[in-house]
């Protein structure tokens, strides 16, 4: 029977493998994007908030047709204190990821690659005998199921990736559940507002987002559901919109766009659990003449701190594209464990510090998190925070903060509290 075949397979066309794709066709592979929805970015599932740097990583030129607005900085509540802080060079954008997600695309057909929407992926298997890997997929159209060969498959199937199932790539990790919706919300235009509190989000944050239009915000929120009373989101988020003293008065009472998703936070990233014995690592395994890959929220390459996973699924992403290009082009698939080794020096030390954070952030009470507001609100720290403060990398200026008497005492203390928690 003929079967189509490809160098590499990518499964997912969000921003991780939208990307993997354009790198791997780029370096002259031939490549395939499979998509299981109709339609590239939609659903969208994400607050949009990303930085200046992340925009340029997407290297799409007319950034304008996805950016809804620039956010210069942030007002951030605790229970009796805010604090607000504005970056004058280190900018964030609020951004349509329906849009954002079509031009990645875009960008790798450039290159060469192709994209099958309408198509889940339903297995990728080695069959005893041949050389390649199967890969079986559901299509609504035609006789509902075909099957394609290709050396390398990347998984960029998102959090709940059944590639790494398949695979038996056991990333570890813990989720966020996460609800939002956009509504009528009085907002400076330039600045996100997020909301610590046990009560507001618990093991996380809540958030409002303008978005350039009068008055629109997205407002949502994550919580640590081992830290939570209770598991389920909306019941936190129909609360603050009614109750909350800040998001209360400012929510005028109408809501389109109502999303719910999961984060994945990773655990053990940059902790020295990289490649475990021969060809098998969190994020890859390889098998003689072929290889599997994760990148993106199925390799759980996401910020503790704040949940953000575009930036590391695009730069992990280009990692994947080309090692595997590179990989099946000459034949030699143990390249590949290059690829966890290179996303790690890259961004492991980041994530295993924002784990370290995240966990913290799990157990702080109210009262502490007030402290820490009320010491950071000092012209010097603040000062500080304005300078270095950086989305993508946030651990420089935590790393400030514990120098700083008082909060160190108080981390200390927390981190008893967490070790005893746990
Ligand atoms: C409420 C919420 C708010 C967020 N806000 C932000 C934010 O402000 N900034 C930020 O940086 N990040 C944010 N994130 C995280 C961000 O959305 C993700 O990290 C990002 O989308 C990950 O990109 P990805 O390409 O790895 O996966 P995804 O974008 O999830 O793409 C995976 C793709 O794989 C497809 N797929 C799945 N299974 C199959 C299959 N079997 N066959 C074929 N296709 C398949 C899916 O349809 C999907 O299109 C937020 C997440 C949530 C839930």
Redesign the pocket.
């Known amino acids: 029977m003929f079967m189509l075949e490809y160098d590499v397979v990518v499964?997912?066309?969000?921003?991780?493998?939208?990307?993997a794709a354009k790198y791997a066709a780029k370096e002259g592979a031939s490549t395939l994007i499979?998509?299981?929805?109709a339609e590239?970015?939609v659903p969208?599932?994400?607050?949009?908030?990303?930085s200046k740097r992340?925009v340029e990583e997407s290297e799409i030129s007319d950034s304008k047709s996805f950016i809804n607005c620039e956010i210069k900085g942030a007002v951030v509540h605790s229970h009796s204190y805010e604090l607000r802080v504005e970056s004058p060079d280190k900018r964030a954008f609020?951004?349509r990821?329906d849009i954002f997600?079509k031009e990645l695309a875009k960008e790798a057909q450039k290159e060469g690659a192709e994209i099958n929407l309408g198509?889940?992926?339903?297995s990728v298997k080695k069959r005893e005998g041949e050389t390649k890997l199967t890969i079986t997929?559901a299509t609504a159209t035609a006789n509902g199921e075909k099957e394609i060969r290709a050396s390398a498959v990347i998984g960029?199937?998102?959090?709940?990736?059944?590639?790494a199932k398949m695979a038996g790539l056991n990333v570890a990790k813990n989720y966020?559940n996460?609800?939002?919706i956009e509504g009528e919300y009085e907002i400076d235009d330039a600045f996100a507002e997020i909301f610590v509190g046990k009560n507001i989000a618990p093991g996380f944050f809540a958030?409002a987002?303008p978005l350039g239009a009068e008055n629109i915000a997205?407002i949502?929120l994550?919580i640590d559901k081992r830290f939570s009373p209770h598991p389920n989101p909306l019941l936190f988020l129909k609360r603050n919109l009614a109750e909350h003293p800040v998001i209360a008065k400012k929510y005028k009472g109408t809501s389109s766009n109502i999303?719910?998703?999961?984060?994945?936070i990773p655990v053990g990233v940059g902790t020295g659990a990289g490649l475990r014995g021969q060809g098998r690592g969190q994020t890859v395994r390889i098998d003689k003449e072929t290889g599997i890959m994760l990148?993106?929220?199925?390799?759980a390459?996401?910020?503790p701190i704040?949940?953000?996973?575009?930036?590391?699924?695009?730069k992990c992403?280009k990692i994947a594209g080309e090692t595997a290009a590179k990989a099946c082009l000459t034949g030699d698939m143990k390249v590949l464990s290059s690829y966890e080794r290179r996303w790690q020096k890259e961004i492991g030390k980041e994530i295993a510090f924002g784990l370290k954070v995240h966990r913290l952030r799990c157990v702080i009470s109210d009262k502490d998190f007030d402290t820490i507001f009320h010491t950071l609100s000092q012209e010097k720290v603040l000062q500080h925070i304005k300078r270095e403060g950086d989305m993508d990398y946030p651990s420089v200026v935590f790393r400030e903060f514990l120098k700083h008497p008082r909060l160190f005492k108080l981390m200390t203390r927390n981190i008893l509290k967490y070790l005893y928690t746990k």
């Open positions: 499964v997912g066309g969000g921003p991780a493998g939208c990307m499979v998509e299981e929805d590239i970015g969208v599932q994400c607050a949009g908030l990303i992340a609020a951004i990821r997600d198509s889940k992926v339903k997929i960029a199937d998102g959090v709940k990736s059944a590639v966020l996460c609800v939002q958030w987002i997205r949502g994550c999303t719910a998703g999961t984060i994945p990148v993106g929220d199925a390799a390459q996401v910020k704040t949940g953000g996973g575009v930036y590391y699924g695009m992403g």
